[in-house]
């Protein structure tokens, strides 16, 4: 059993950056594809970005592609999630989850962190 724990998020204004982390527990972190998804009020959670285990690919939404950037540290047991040139519609919970493969479909992630806000205002 995989205990995934974000932290990172808070209140940005528009054009800033935060930095998400997720650690691990409970299992061997770089036998897991890592993935970001993120759920604004009122709408469907959606795909940010994924990383595979030996973090050679990497996968971003089309929203996020030039902005975000994610990586990781199997020594640390962590993924991170670098978001710079924030704009409103970031506004969401954002979750890290780890699951065997690269994936932009959530079902594919057995194991889920609590998420973390992250609110940009205009």
């Known amino acids: 059993q995989v205990q995934l724990v974000e932290s990172g998020g808070g209140l940005v204004q528009a054009g800033g950056s935060l930095r998400l982390s997720c650690t691990a527990s409970g299992g061997t972190f770089r036998n897991y594809a890592m993935g970001w998804f993120r759920q604004a009020p009122g709408k469907e959670r959606e795909f940010v970005a994924a990383v595979s285990g030996s973090a050679i690919t990497t996968h971003y939404a089309d929203s996020v592609k030039g902005r975000f950037t994610i990586s990781r540290d199997n020594a640390k047991n962590t993924v991170y999630l670098q978001m710079n040139s924030l704009k409103p519609e970031d506004t969401a919970v954002y979750f890290c989850?780890?699951?065997?493969?690269?994936?932009?479909?959530?079902?594919?992630?057995?194991?889920w962190g609590q998420g973390t806000q992250v609110t940009v205002s205009s």
């Open positions: 989850a780890a699951g065997p493969i690269v994936s932009y479909s959530g079902s594919r992630y057995p194991y």
